[in-house]
T-cell receptor, first 113, second 113 residues
Framework: DSGVTQTPKHLITATGQRVTLRCSPR?????VYWYQQSLDQGLQFLIQ???????AKGNILERFSAQQFPDLHSELNLSSLELGDSALYFC????????????FGSGTRLTVV | QQQVKQSPQSLIVQKGGIPIINCAYE??????FPWYQQFPGKGPALLIA?????SEKKEGRFTISFNKSAKQFSLHIMDSQPGDSATYFC????????????FGAGTILRVKS
């Protein structure tokens, strides 16, 4: 157990729907990162939050949004889902805002049908 | 300039062999180079990392070789075992606040017993 908790583990939904993925970071970690892993794109950085504030944005679609709450857990919201959004979504956390010491969760596998 | 190119895409070796995975980067500002190991159904886990002030780092059976002038680094797994079968990702970043890891596309390693 890495200490980073992601729920749900699996999600199957239809095109056009909206889903929310949840991440609880490791105790003491202030940064949360979201990555999308697909077969043809590898691990793509989506967005980072640090202590409740958005810190960096990567290749995140406008249909996707995220937030980090006062208790430091984070949610990634995916809307108007398309077949191409099917992927593994990973959350990682780290103590501060530097790029080392990432700890990944086990991911949420999203299947859009 | 933000890309990290990883090769090969997949690799099969016999038990006891020394698989080598290579990565190349363009951004000379990168100064932190970790390797992650991912087993099926799990998130990536930090394996070993190197900074450009050293040319080699060993941790157990895992060795990173770093060639700053060629902007390349590689992972060697000594005396590989079937339990090392996993996907390996290289990554790179500038080790400063506000930076994120950029990942290579991954290498699927299979060690045959």
């Amino acid at each position: 157990d890495s200490g980073v908790t992601q729920t749900p583990k699996h999600l199957i939904t239809a095109t056009g729907q909206r889903v929310t993925l949840r991440c609880s970071p490791r105790s003491g970690d202030l940064s949360v990162y979201w990555y999308q892993q697909s077969l043809d794109q590898g691990l793509q950085f989506l967005i980072q939050y640090y202590n409740g504030e958005e810190r960096a944005k990567g290749n995140i679609l406008e249909r996707f949004s995220a937030q980090q709450f006062p208790d430091l857990h984070s949610e990634l919201n995916l809307s108007s889902l398309e077949l191409g959004d099917s992927a593994l979504y990973f959350c990682a956390s780290s103590v501060d805002d530097r790029p080392y010491g990432y700890t990944f969760g086990s991911g949420t596998r999203l299947t859009v049908v | 300039q933000q890309q990290v190119k990883q090769s090969p895409q997949s690799l099969i070796v016999q038990k006891g062999g020394i698989p080598i995975i290579n990565c190349a980067y363009e951004n000379t500002a990168f100064d932190y180079f970790p390797w992650y190991q991912q087993f099926p159904g799990k998130g990536p886990a930090l394996l070993i990392a190197i900074r450009p002030d050293v040319s080699e780092k060993k941790e157990g059976r895992f060795t990173i070789s770093f060639n700053k002038s060629a902007k390349q680094f590689s992972l060697h797994i000594m005396d590989s075992q079937p339990g090392d079968s996993a996907t390996y990702f290289c990554a790179a970043s500038k080790e400063e606040y506000g930076n994120k890891l950029v990942f290579g596309a991954g290498t699927i390693l299979r060690v045959k017993s």
